[in-house]
Nanobody
Framework: QVQLVESGGGLVQAGGSLRLSCAAS????????MGWFREAPEKWREFVAT????????YYADSVKGRFTISRDNANNTLYLSMNSLKPEDTAVYYC???????????????????WGQGTQVTVSS
């Protein structure tokens, strides 16, 4: 079973950039569809991006499309989220998640994922 640990969060000014990492321990990282979600205070957990097992397919929430890039390095068991042109409304705790999947499977619903990291805080100041 895969265990997930996020890092890379922090405080950044609007317009700035951050790159989040999600290190996966355990076996078979490449057999998982991976996703990023975020949760702002007093809001539901929100889908951000997802990537298939090989990294050949991705899908983004409209709110981050063109600004965020999800990627993965299966050789090093790591998932990334590169965030550019950050806005104050991007402020949230960001979580990575994993779900078994093959081919071009991509998942946008949090209930599909059965493995979650502990989260990393991203704060964007105006």
């Amino acid at each position: 079973q895969v265990q997930l640990v996020e890092s890379g969060g922090g405080l950044v000014q609007a317009g700035g950039s951050l790159r989040l990492s999600c290190a996966a321990s355990g076996r078979a990282f490449s057999s998982y569809v991976m996703g990023w979600f975020r949760e702002a205070p007093e809001k539901w957990r929100e889908f951000v991006a997802t990537i298939n097992w090989s990294g050949s397919s991705t899908y983004y929430a409209d709110s981050v499309k063109g600004r965020f890039t999800i990627s993965r390095d299966n050789a090093n068991n790591t998932l990334y989220l590169s965030m550019n042109s950050l806005k104050p409304e991007d402020t949230a705790v960001y979580y990575c998640a994993a779900a078994p999947g093959h081919g071009d499977n991509l998942y946008v619903y949090s209930g599909t994922y059965d493995l979650w990291g502990q989260g990393t805080q991203v704060t964007v100041s105006s």
